[in-house]
């Protein structure tokens, strides 16, 4: 009896019970075996024996490459003695042939005939007599597995892989810390979705705000100073995300690149947290109440305070926020290179390139916010180009050379706290408006002007809903700017402001 036959029938006898049979030309019909052909050597033409053809099934054969008997005793191993007996049923009638037993009798031998074939089979003598193909493989087929590699040493792989902003990266470390302090600094495929579920119900426990040299403290201690604590205002769910997210993304990442068998972070939701932005816009009543602030409406000549961030930077960060709708950190990263003209047209050009030559960093949240945006004619009105040349004439690169970038790399931090200081003194903080707020009030500002969407999508940076939306380069700065001219801001009283800009 021939051994390899007897193991590459069982072999296909079970790929034919798992669905995982190899097509050959006894299975298919004349046609199809001819398209199967065609299909293999990439041609409309039957090259049936063409050198081209049988490399490319040579090549297909090899890729799935295996020896007599790896699925049979694959599938021994595994499956119950009643599975696999019945497939041996070719080979026990021919032994009864070759002994000339007749198949109709003698059936109480079928079984213990079966058992001993297998035992033959498996055994070592018997598995010598099967050649072995060589495997058509360049490299060995190693693992990808590192189970015991430490979260410090993965944040540094996905950083390198996926380049993280600095503000993301210190968010992930934060998180990687508060997590080892919690669970311990054990490998990643020893993280198990219990623990953290565990760590998102700890740091649920977190207070909304605590002293600095609170937040040095391990994370073990930080929770067991306030998690018991009664009347503490908790930690959003939109910050609890953010703890757990960032350990969520490397083990993702892990997963993707097969460091462990499975994603362990997949799943686990936080209760209460949306992606949908929860700030809300400034009512048309309380932006006349905040540019009805000194800020706005003293000489503007008049110094107010003696902060970091300068009254002049200050108001012309809320003359644009309302003018524009751009971030807050669009508009502190401005360089006067920025301020353009294009058509008679004067334009901001919103942009993340890199000017080596003064050391200037720039960010933008998507490919999406890179755009170009006309000065509204208010903004003009009230003397910005002037400031612009003003600037210009002192040799200052930026548009805001007082806002100074933290050790992230964030240049409005400072700003946006006085910011949200002037907002909430002039119009309240229940519920809280904050400066992204001009954001939303810009979207519904352009709306109640009938500006079409896509034109306000452009103006904002906002990605196109559609794959039409995302061909061309947009409307022209031209196009934009007459839009722009119908948000007219009368619900403000302006006199007060034109006035002190004098």
């Given at each position: 009896m ?8 069982l ?15 006894q299975d298919m ?7 199967y ?6 041609s409309?033409?039957?090259?049936e ?5 049988l ?24 499956a ?20 000339k ?7 109480g031998?079928?079984?213990p005939?079966?058992d001993?074939?297998a ?9 010598e007599?099967v ?6 493989r360049r490299?060995?087929n190693?693992?990808?597995l590192?189970?015991?590699m430490k ?5 540094s792989k ?12 210190a968010?992930t470390?934060t998180a990687?810390r ?6 311990g600094?054990?490998g990643?495929?020893e ?5 953290l579920?565990?760590f ?8 909304k705000s605590?002293?600095?040299v ?5 994370f073990v201690d ?12 908790r ?8 703890y ?15 460091f ?17 932005s929860?700030?809300r ?8 109440q ?6 706005f409406?003293?000489p503007?000549?008049?110094?107010l ?15 644009l ?6 971030r807050i ?8 290179a920025?301020?353009?003209?294009e058509?008679?047209?004067?334009y901001?050009?919103v942009?993340d390139?890199?000017?080596?030559e ?9 490919d ?7 000065l509204?004619?208010?903004l ?6 002037d ?12 548009l805001?050379?007082d806002l100074?970038?933290?050790s ?5 931090k ?10 909430d ?6 519920p809280?408006?904050v ?16 500006i ?20 061309g380069?947009?409307?022209?700065i ?13 619900f403000i009283d302006w006199?007060?402001i034109?006035v002190a800009?004098?």
């Open positions: 021939d051994v390899a036959f007897v193991l590459k029938e072999d296909d006898a079970v790929a034919d019970q798992s669905g995982d049979h190899r097509a050959t030309a019909s004349s046609a199809d075996w001819i398209a052909r065609k299909k293999l050597a990439g409309d033409s039957d090259d024996f063409s050198p081209e053809t490399a490319r099934i040579e090549a297909i054969h090899a890729s799935v490459h295996r020896d007599p008997g790896e699925l049979w005793f694959s599938f021994q191993k595994r119950p003695r009643r599975r696999w007996r019945p497939l041996l049923s070719f080979a026990v009638a021919k032994i009864k042939r070759e002994l037993l007749p198949e109709d009798t003698n059936r031998i079928d079984e005939l079966a001993a074939l035992d033959a089979l498996g055994s070592a003598q018997v598995r007599q050649p072995v193909t060589p495997s058509a490299r060995a190693s693992s990808r590192q189970p015991d979260l410090d040493a993965l944040e996905w950083i390198a892989a996926r380049k993280p902003t600095p503000k993301a990266q968010a470390k990687v508060y997590f080892k302090s919690y669970i600094d054990v990643i495929g993280i198990t979705p219990n623990d579920f565990e998102r119900d700890a740091v649920a426990g977190l207070p605590m002293p600095r609170h937040r040095m403290m391990e930080i929770h067991a100073l306030y998690a018991e604590g009664s009347g503490i205002d930690i959003s769910p939109q910050s609890i995300k953010k757990l997210g960032a350990l969520q993304a490397l083990l993702g990442f892990a997963f993707q690149e097969r462990i068998p499975a994603n362990t972070g997949a799943g686990i939701k936080v209760e209460g947290y949306t992606k949908k929860t700030r816009p400034f009512t048309k009543d309380e932006l006349a905040l540019f009805a602030a000194e800020l409406t003293t503007w000549s008049y110094p305070s003696k902060s970091k961030v300068s009254d002049s930077t200050l108001r012309w960060l809320f003359l926020g309302l003018c524009t709708g751009a950190e669009e508009l502190g990263q401005i360089l006067l920025d301020i353009k003209c058509q008679g047209i004067p901001i050009d942009t390139y890199v000017m080596d003064i050391d200037e960093r720039k960010r933008v949240k998507t999406g916010s890179i755009r170009v945006i006309p509204h004619p208010k003009i009105a009230l003397g910005f180009l400031y612009v040349q003003r600037m210009r004439s002192s040799g200052a690169v930026r805001f050379p100074v970038a933290d992230l790399g964030v240049k409005t400072e700003a946006s706290r006085r910011a949200n200081r002037l907002i003194n002039a119009v309240g903080d229940h809280r408006p400066f992204y707020s001009f954001r939303h009030s810009y979207k519904d500002l352009c709306r109640d002007a009938n079409p969407k896509d034109a306000h999508d452009q103006l904002m940076g906002h990605s196109p809903a559609d794959v039409g939306g995302g061909y380069l947009g409307r022209a031209g196009n934009l700017a007459a839009h722009l001219k119908r948000v007219r801001f009368l006199d007060p034109n800009a004098k």
